[in-house]
């Protein structure tokens, strides 16, 4: 009896916990006073009876009734003896669940189940509405309310209110279409409507399971909607880790929505189907073996497992973390999770290019990358050597060099820390990531602006150094730290191979997401055009100022080796933009050359250093204010 108790105070709690949290049913009842009492012996008296003619509470002395005629199936019909109250009045509650056929009373902070949840009902009476009323003098219900709402402070001997029948589960899943969590309503009402088995519902199928302390997994059959052939339906595996070993029996929730409407969100489309799975009063992540869940869904090429976290999510989120996609064929499509939540199929509206040939491109990278690494080492050493002579440009091409060394080592370690590290180290390396490769476009654009002042801006004074250390390591911090801050922009990002779409390459970049694209296509892309632009522009006015002067005949390859840089960096990046499905060629070059960038600028070094040993004249990174200033002079009239 006192196991009895105990659970229906726990159910009155959860009552009125989930009243607004979960989204009340409106079409609920809850009617409380105050009673008052000769402060003797009290008697509840029941007498309930299926129909819908409605329902009678009242009061005297020593009784306090209800009585009517509001159920579905329960029917019962007897006094019960209350104990003595301390005082004369006692504090009351009525709970009317339609859906449920439950009605509850709590009284003085004890829970008496007056009936039963008896499963969800088709037909149920509810929409209760006050009747006639009788007042009493002394003993009676003071300080009736309804929904909170005070009907009066009168003492009154008794309330009536009178009910109409309705649809009961199809008001209820008009209702849950409304909410934004009309998911997690449903299978609250599925979990504590008692029943085992298929529990059917207009919006959702469900099967509850009872695992029991010898559940040793169990291939779940879902309740097929009218119209859906039974072999369309998706097939769910629950492993045995499922079952806690803390509790003797657990109930499981395995629902079925045909019609994903609770689900859709503007920027993502699933397929029609989606299956939840959730285990009473527990939360299960980290399975040490996945649930496997397989759909069926007409032919699609672009589709991936996606699940909706509703304890970090209060809108509709699609992730694919805690998923692996297994492509069983072209219609049928197996998913592995290690959690439980909503499970479906996502169909990418704008679908990432699959790439052809993904593993001969990422061994070519890797080891163009690794030669590069080691260029930019020797180069970096060969500068340090210049840093006590009268060469001003060593400082920027040194930043240069250590900007590209660090993005082609995080490039090469991105794909692991990718496999292997938490989420949230694999955003900070995505950031760290993109901060290197503004950094580079920030030096090129230095390189570009250096190279210009000491050929153009010949009377000028250089700039401080310590602004060129600012515009190519201070600057590009500030967007990454703005990205960093919004969330959703950086993160684990997935390469898909044309030859096996299962099993992708998985990097630490900027993620797929609407906001992250935009920042790429206006950050990364703008900032690359401007740097490629204005090396041009500049170029072309030197080249307008020297192009009469003898001395351009003798230092033109020395002239068009200054700019090698910038022109060799803005070709290749711009590769990137006329690659297609079927410029497999221009995509090789774009690889080999870009992460080759390292070796191609030791390369120029050495052979401008070379260049410069043997010809005085066309000096590049020492020319003196002399030379270019006579480079740059007006030539004399005869």
């Known amino acids: 009896m006192m196991n009895q108790r105990i659970g229906n105070l726990l159910l009155v709690l959860i009552i009125s916990v989930y009243g607004h949290a ?32 409605g329902i009678n509470i009242s009061a005297n002395a020593s009784t306090l009734s209800i009585r009517g005629s509001i159920t579905a199936k329960c029917k019962r019909s007897q006094p019960l003896p209350l104990a003595a109250s301390r005082g004369s009045s006692s504090s009351f509650c009525v709970y009317w669940e339609p859906l449920l056929d439950q009605l509850m009373l709590e009284l003085n902070g004890e829970s008496f189940s007056l009936c039963n949840a008896r499963g ?38 008794e309330y009536e209110f009178t009910g109409q029948e ?11 279409a409304q909410e934004s969590r009309g998911a997690n309503m449903l299978e609250e009402a599925v979990l504590r409507s008692a029943e085992v088995g298929h529990v059917y519902l207009p ?89 496997r869940i397989k759909f069926y869904h007409p032919e699609t ?63 070519i990278t890797a080891v163009c990358c690794a030669v590069s690494i080691a260029s930019c080492a020797i180069l970096f050493i060969s500068l340090c050597r210049q840093r006590k002579s009268k060469n001003h440009s060593s400082l920027v091409h040194r930043g240069l060099v250590v900007a590209l060394f660090f993005l082609l080592v995080l490039f090469v370690l991105t794909g692991t820390v990718a496999n292997t590290a938490s989420e949230g180290v694999c955003r900070f390396v995505g950031g760290l990531l993109h901060y290197t490769l503004l ?26 150094p310590w602004i060129w250390c600012l515009l190519g390591f201070g600057v590009p911090a500030l967007p990454v730290i703005i990205l960093g801050s919004i969330g959703d922009i950086y993160g684990q990002r997935a390469v898909k191979s044309s030859d096996d779409l299962t ?38 006015l030197v080249f307008r100022k020297i192009r009469h002067r003898d001395e351009w005949r003798t230092n033109r390859v020395a002239f068009l080796s200054i700019w090698g840089l910038s022109c060799l960096f803005g070709s290749t990046w711009v590769l990137a933009f006329f690659s297609s499905e079927a410029s497999e060629t221009v995509l090789f070059l774009f690889c080999i050359i870009n992460s080759l960038q390292g070796f191609f600028l030791m390369l120029r070094f050495f052979a401008l250093e070379r260049m410069q040993k043997n010809s005085p004249s066309s000096s590049d990174f020492s020319s003196t204010g002399s030379t270019r200033q006579h480079m740059l002079q007006p030539p004399e009239k005869n």
């Open 22 to 53: 979960a989204g009340e049913n409106d079409r609920d009842f809850k009617m409380c006073g105050t009673w008052l009492h000769n402060g003797s012996s009290q008697t509840l008296d029941i007498d309930l009876k299926p129909g819908c003619s």
């Open 120 to 157: 969800l009902q088709t037909q149920c009476c509810t929409d209760l509405s006050l009747g006639r009323q009788r007042p009493s003098q002394l003993y009676g219900i003071k300080n009736g309310r309804v929904h909170g709402d005070v009907l009066t402070s009168n003492v009154m001997a």
């Open 166 to 176: 309705i649809n009961c589960k199809a008001q209820f899943c008009d209702k849950a």
């Open 203 to 291: 919006c959702v199928q469900s099967t509850v399971i009872e695992m029991k302390e010898d559940f040793a997994g169990s291939n779940v059959t879902l309740l097929a909607p009218r119209g859906v052939p039974p072999e369309r339906i998706p097939a769910v595996h629950l492993p045995a880790c499922l079952k806690t070993a803390n509790r003797k029996v657990s109930k499981v929730v395995c629902s079925y929505y045909k019609n994903s409407t609770f689900f859709q969100k503007s920027s993502h489309r699933i397929l029609e189907d989606v299956v939840g799975i959730t285990v009473e009063n527990e939360i299960i992540t980290n399975l040490p073996e996945p649930i």
């Open 301 to 363: 090429q672009k589709r991936k497992c996606v699940s909706w976290d509703t304890r970090k999510d209060n809108e509709v989120e699609w992730r694919e973390t805690g998923c692996i996609t297994l492509q069983l064929s072209a219609v049928e499509t197996e998913c592995c999770c290690n959690h439980l939540t909503y499970f479906a199929i996502l169909v990418e509206l704008n679908p990432t290019r699959s790439v052809r040939h993904l593993e001969a491109l990422t061994i």
């Open 439 to 464: 950094s580079v476009l920030c030096w090129m654009a230095v390189e570009v602006i250096h190279t210009f002042w000491m050929m153009y801006m010949v009377f000028s004074p250089k700039p401080n």
């Open 503 to 540: 099993t992708p390459y998985r990097m630490c970049w900027m993620t797929d997401s609407p906001a992250a694209l935009m920042a790429h296509f206006i950050i990364n892309t703008g900032l690359l055009v401007v740097v490629v632009s204005s090396g041009l522009v500049m170029l072309f």
